[in-house]
């Protein structure tokens, strides 16, 4: 087995100050008919999250929240993998692999990691618990530098199983995503299979079905026509960032490395339009920060945005072609404010659906935004699965 490494968050106070010093020198574009956002973050509203970031945002405050928790690295065929890890409690911790998107990182998965690990802190039953298991996903956050080119969907999923039986030893184990996350998970589930106990996703997607074999709005179901109307609407949000991450990263990513508050702008926006609310509520300015801090300090943004160029501008293959796409046990969380959809027919028809919820509330980042109705579906979807 590949031994991992602990590994404490230790930022450098020249980087604390270099930051600050960036933020206050921020040169600011005018910003003239735009109190609606109509053309992007609004000039006000990014003049407080700086102003926050700058002058009252408290990074030692929550390194330390971090490093209260067990962290270690390891590199898998060259990739290095930074995870963070919350043991079970309960009797017979189930393991699981909780995988983060864009613009995401490892620490919004905390919400819900310590109540899957102990249950009976949380109000729930001990014989729940799992062993959780968070990586950075390669290029994020601690998982840098990331030298390698090709580092796609497949790949990553493959670091995942080598990661969670290679190296910690778990025979077969859980797995949960959203975003890039349920797209990982996704795969896991269709390639890996013998591997996985079952996989739960908070976006609806399964793999091979995107752009010509994508669902038609004729396929869902007359109760489900609200979901084509909210891809619709969430479209027109997304179509910019998925434009320039995947034709132009590197180019887009020296601005970003050279300016905080343009990075900020970028990470937090995105933040703004995927979550159900107010992000400045959904959130809380510490979290915004602690964000784009993560991104920031590591010179991450780069890497992290190589992923859309790698898994969108070449044919994605999968490992079989039966109608059952994801044969390991599956279950989906419908989020109402969610950027993508699947009809649940679909789902029942490409995977081994178990379990399919639709909620009224929460949006594209569900385990920050409403973590315990992630853990309930956690607990409830994997329970007969023990």
């Keep these: 087995m590949v031994q991992p490494t602990p590994f404490r968050i230790d930022i450098a106070q020249s980087e604390l100050d270099e930051l600050q010093a960036r933020l206050r020198r921020t040169r600011w574009p005018a910003d003239p008919g735009n109190p609606d956002g109509r053309y992007g973050a609004t000039a006000e509203w990014m003049a407080d999250l700086v102003h926050h970031w700058a002058e009252e945002y408290d990074w030692r405050a929550v390194e330390a929240r971090m490093n209260a928790y067990d962290h270690q690295r390891v590199e898998i065929d060259g990739v290095p993998i ?17 995988t983060h998107g864009w613009p995401w990182t490892f620490w919004d998965l905390r919400k819900v990691a310590d109540a899957l690990a102990d249950p009976a802190a949380h109000g729930g039953d001990p014989a729940d618990s799992f062993d959780v298991i968070v990586p950075s996903m390669p290029g994020y956050g601690f998982s840098v530098p990331l030298q390698q080119t090709g580092v796609d969907i497949a790949r990553i999923a493959e670091l995942w199983v080598s990661l969670m039986r290679d190296v910690l030893g778990y025979e077969r184990f859980a797995a949960q995503g959203g975003d890039w996350g349920a797209f990982v998970t996704g795969r896991l589930g269709h390639a890996h299979a013998e591997h996985l106990i079952g996989v739960y996703l908070t976006m609806p997607v399964i793999p091979g079905l995107l752009g010509k074999r994508a669902p038609r709005p004729a396929d869902f179901a007359p109760d489900e026509q609200w979901m084509v109307a909210r891809a619709d609407e969430a479209r027109r949000m997304t179509e910019a960032h998925v434009a320039v991450h995947r034709r132009d990263p590197q180019t887009f990513a020296y601005a970003m490395a050279d300016s905080p508050t343009g990075l900020g702008a970028w990470l937090w926006h995105r933040r703004d339009l995927w979550c159900d609310g107010d992000p400045l509520e959904v959130f809380g300015r510490e979290d915004l920060c602690t964000l784009s801090s993560l991104y920031w300090f590591n010179s991450s943004f780069a890497s992290s945005i190589r992923i859309y160029a790698e898994q969108f501008t070449k044919p994605q293959a999968l490992v079989h072609d039966r109608e ?6 599956t279950g989906f969380g419908v989020f109402a404010k969610e950027l993508m959809f699947l009809p649940r027919a679909t789902a029942e028809r490409h995977t081994n659906l178990q379990r399919w919820t639709v909620f009224d509330r929460g949006g594209h980042f569900a385990p920050a935004e409403r973590p315990d109705a992630v853990v309930d579906e956690l607990r409830a979807f994997f329970r007969p699965l023990r």
Excluded: E, N, Q
């Design 82 to 98: 930074h995870f963070m890890r919350v043991p079970g409690t309960g009797p017979s911790p189930m393991p699981i692999v909780l």
């Design 324 to 329: 059952r796409i994801i044969d390991a046990p």
